[in-house]
């Protein structure tokens, strides 16, 4: 049970409906009852794992609180934060949502943006140049993008960024298909249990 | 160790520390206690760690919720807004509103996919608590911001399979197998290879053999340089020579050697940059506070301050404590005032005073007694005392000799013992004294310390190692051979003189319980016997004794006089107690013999000088004074029992003035202290005779000093002495300071004394007058040191004790607690206070039946005896820069004297708080005195240069004068202390002598043990058993408390623990001091006596007693 004083014990399963009609559960990380705020821990929305979802609510725009299942278990000790490492992901998430957004002001496609996201995760050294991608300032990737749209001096970064192309429009390509037949199935399944 | 300490003080000091805490116990303690305070206060401050004074507010404080926010900052999140809008930004912050920032934000569309274009996002944004309804944070790493700890944390098997290559799923371990005798043999192969790698031929040799490589490594390195050419020429060896002599120059160079010393520097960071530099030498200056601040296990208390009293004080202390209080003082005196002749004389005044703590009684029976025929009244009461006394001794006797028995019996025995003690013998003779010391005196040891000197030395230590020569012989055979078996006997007798009064109620019961009445007579008594004491001590013991035998009650005037002559033959004597000191404790001993020598001279000096005769005189009148407010004491509580009481106070008193007597010839002039200790206590009785023993006190101070100086210091200490007895006996008083005078008397009148003095003026002018009379001729001795601060101080003191009695008690409370633990240090701490507030309980009631004033009158005598035993151990301390230091700790209001003072007045207000709260109070006031003395002892030196000066000036005359008084006793507790507190014993003269005569006053009867304890380590240990086994039963006789008991107990323990050190005296002393409580008595012995002249005989005794006890101990 919660403490006296508190509402919600960290550990404790926690539903709610905020005034959007959303749903929301998880397991309560923290609670501040002065300021109304619930942090809670769902699972990832991605599904990946050792990730999680945290969702602060504002417990004044939310009904139907209610505790699915109380942890009396004291919570884990806090971990200490390395803070000049939350700092410079924020500043570098700043920077390339900054980026992204120069690059979709500039009107590149969807494919482009997202070969330059898959570039910038192995190679930070890239940048919007109009609507081509500069990388290491040697290879220049014009629309549309593609593996021969690769321009620069011949050699290993040429080669390389090449690689990268390549291996982006694979996966696309394999995504794409992946979800085609899982479209598929569905539809099959969709079709068969109908 | 401050508790044990100052337990061991009260004990060991009790006697010493009750002549403080009679004049300037309150003071001093105060001081003390304040010094302490302070002490502990830096500590808790300096050690304390800074607490985070950022308090959190809002979210901020919620620990949890800062984690996980601050876990997400830097993460893309969404925040959904109460209109449903949704705003994506990178989470930059948030308040403790929980307001939060978004950088990077822009508003989420159905229609950009795409993501927000450059224009749409905004640099950051600021949600309102009031405005979001969720902010959503995808995908979160709980552990990204986790900061490794160490490398273990690392390599955990979660922590492995946690993350491998961005791979995020669980990924299987297998656990490892080298191979059972593989493994081990490969593993400590490697953990055995000494080479650092491959050898480099081996390198080229594989290179070669698999690769074909030749290497063209050249290990002339010819491609880099080339080889020298050496060759006979001129030229080369031109060259050769210019290059050797740079090389000279350069590797002389300091800055060069200073490179090679960084590099070659075997030293640590740690050692270098860190670690806190420890040096023996630093300790002594400061150790001695610090350590005794510092808790320190009992045993390594004793340790420490046996190594402190060798160290800082030891030597002389030892040897003073060993012989007695004298030549801790004589050598602490002697050590640091020797440098002046003067300083020597105010040494000896102030050794006589430490003498006094034995000699404070003395010296404030001297100053009464001057005061005494002048104000015989108070004393005078001491006439009526006497009648009073005769009854009680009859009455109280036995229950006094139970008392000082304890040792012996309990009040008579002791007392008798005392009386009997030659040098004790007179004091207590004189007044109870004689009948006690007589009776006690022989049997004991126990009596007094005084008596033991004299008695124990000669009788019950008889370690006669002196009594050679008669009265001074027997001191000295006893503070020298004897010092310890002196202490012993002293703190036994101290003890028992304590538990005497307090026990039985006998002489401290007598002070306390006719506290109003005997309270009065404790007072004058106290006052009396300081001086009587000290003038005792200061005189011959054995001429005291006599004088107290002759002159039992009254005489002491006359045996002031007669003990002021005396002196002279006492200060023969120390030698002899240096002597059998030295035997004692060998080498300290040969130190404190030193040191007694010089206190002897400085006795004769003192004793010699008519200064102390007239001092004497005064004290003799200032007990009249007393006798009279006795008697009025007497007239207020029930007379008889009063006049038992103060009979019983009186012969504590004598018993403590022996004891202080004692302690006195052994240590410094122990020998002559203890005759005047003796005197005083027969003064004490009669309160003149303490006062005639305070001013012999004063005047040996005086006359180490000038008489001159005695002579005008007693008259303005003697006023300012008085106010300050007043001024604390009244604070005290109402509480209980009567009984806890009476019966703390030994040690509790002391203090209270001290604290009378400061509340007296009030109450009892007569008596503070008287008191100044003795302080004057303490005066002398501190005004050399430190007169005009003294003065101020005392004034101050008064005046604010007065007015700031609670105050000051209160303070003077929070040092006893504080000394409590810090003496207590030990399991002593603990046990005393319970026994002081025991005792405080059982006396508190007698006290308050009796008459608050006259409690407070004893106080203030038994103060003023504190006080000028403070004062003298302050002289000895003085020496030492600490003591003003502390006084201005302590007091910080008053000059030096104020701090003094205040110090005392802490100690005593501990004492007189508890005295007033109850009888108890005022043991615990003794305890605390005793504490504070330990505590003081530590700033001891501290509280010896301002006491001194206190005593000096003549406010702080009386204070002086009780110093004086209460150095004898203090002397003792600053041998014990010596090693521990003397040095704020001294510091503060009046604080500490308030905390001798605390002290004394309790440390009488812990005095008395402590003394036996101490002798018993001396390898007197009939002496010790026979003092504890006093205390115990004086305690309980006179406390009725068995947590009085076992207060002495302890605090023989304690001292006795001190005692196996020379240092360790002091630490006895301390011990002794606390003991107090119920050893008040014996504290009052040596506080007391001077006390006790004001008290009664119980001062007397008591201080005589501790006196003789710290002279024992020291020696």
Known sequence: MAAPGEYFSVGSQVSCRTCQEQRLQGEVVAFDYPSKMLALKCPSSSGKPNHADILLVN?????????????????????????????????????????????????????????????????????????????????????????????????????????????????????KVMQRSQAQQTQKETSLSS | MSLKQAAAAAQAAGNNRKPPGGGG???????????????????????????????????????????????????????????GGIYEGVFKTYSPKCDL??????????????GPKREDILESILFKPSDFVMVHFKDMDTNYARRVPSETDAFTDSAISAKVNGEHKEKDLEPWDGGETTATEELEALETDVSNGWDPNDMFRYNEENYGVVSTYDSSLSSYTVPLERDNSEEFLKREARATQLAEEIESSAQYKARVALENDERTEEEKYTAVQRNANEREGHGVNTRENKYIPPGQRNRDVLSWGSGRQNAPRMGQSGSGPPISRSGSHASEFSPNSGADQRVVNGGVPWPSPCPSPSSRPPSRYQSGPNSLPPRAATPTRPPSRPPSRPSRPPSHPSAHGSPAPVSTMPKRMSSEGPPRMSPKAQRHPRGHRVSTGRGTISSGLEFVSHNAPGEASTTAVARGSPSGGTWSSVVSGVPRLSPKTHRPRSPRQS???????????????????????????????????????????SSEAKDTRLQDQRQNSATGNKENIKPSETSPSFPKPENKGVSPIVSEHRKQIDDLKKFKNDFRLQSSSSSDAVDQLLNKTREGEKSRDVVKEKTESTPKESIIETGSNTNSNGG??????????????????????PEVTSQGVQTSGPGSKQDKEDKEEKKDTSEQVRKSTLNPNAKEFNPRSFAQPKPSTTPTSPRPQAQPSPSMVGHQQPTPVYTQPVCFAPNMMYPVPVSPGVQPLYPIPMTPMPVNQAKTYRAGKVPNMPQQRQDQHHQSTMMHPASAAGPPIVATPPAYSTQYVAYSPQQFPNQPLVQHVPHYQSQHPHVYSPVIQGNARMMAPPTHAQPGLVSSSATQYGAHEQTHAMYACPKIPYSKETGPSF????????????????????????PHPQPSATPTGQQQSQHAGSHPAPSPVQHHQHQAAQALHLANPQQQSAIYHAGLAPTPPSMTPGSNTQSPQNSFPTAQQTVFTIHPSHVQPAYTNPP????????????????????????MMLMTTQPPGGPQAAIAQSALQPIPVSTTTHFPYMTHPSVQAHHQQQL
């Not at chain 2, 950088?103 to 989420?108: E, G, I, L, Q």
């Open chain 2, 499 to 541: 538990s005497t009064p307090t026990g039985p109620a006998l002489p401290s019961p007598q002070p306390g319980t006719i506290p109003t009445e005997s309270v009065a007579m404790p007072v004058p008594a106290a006052s009396p016997t300081p001086a009587s004491p000290a003038s005792n001590r200061a005189v011959t013991p």
């Open chain 1, 59 to 175: 417990l004044q725009y939310v009904s139907e609180v209610e505790i699915i299942n109380d942890r009396t278990e004291t919570p884990p000790p806090l971990a200490s934060l390395n803070v000049s490492k939350l700092a410079n992901k924020a500043r570098t998430e700043k920077e390339e949502k900054m980026s992204q957004a120069y690059a979709i002001s500039a009107g590149v496609s969807l494919e482009g943006q997202q070969l330059f996201q898959t570039i910038h995760k192995t190679i930070k050294d890239c940048k919007w140049q109009e609507k081509n991608i500069v990388v290491m300032e040697e290879v220049v990737i014009a629309p549309p993008y593609q593996v021969e749209n690769c321009k620069g001096k011949e050699g290993s970064a040429l080669s390389h960024v090449r690689k990268i192309v390549e291996k982006h429009f694979r996966d696309v390509e394999s995504q």
């Open chain 2, 1044 to 1067: 009085h008991m076992a207060h002495v107990p302890q605090a023989h323990v304690q001292s006795g623990m001190v005692p196996s050190h020379p240092t360790a005296h002091a630490p």
């Open chain 2, 923 to 946: 043991y615990f006031a003794i305890s605390t005195g005793s504490l504070a003395q330990q505590y003081a002892h530590p700033n001891a030196t501290l509280h010896p240069h301002p």
């Open chain 2, 656 to 677: 403590s003035s022996k004891p202080n007597s004692p302690s006195i010839s052994p240590s410094i002039s122990n020998s002559s202290e203890q005759k005047r200790g």
């Open chain 2, 101 to 114: 920032v978004l950088d990077a934000a822009h508003r989420k569309t159905a229609e950009s996919s795409l």
């Open chain 2, 25 to 83: 116990g309150p003071g001093l303690p105060s001081a003390a206690g304040g010094g302490r305070q302070n002490m502990g206060r830096g500590r808790s401050s300096g050690k304390g760690p800074p607490q985070p004074t950022i308090s959190f507010d809002g979210i901020y404080a919620n620990m949890r919720m800062v984690h996980i926010l601050t876990s997400v900052v830097g993460s893309k999140c969404e925040v959904q807004v109460k209109n």
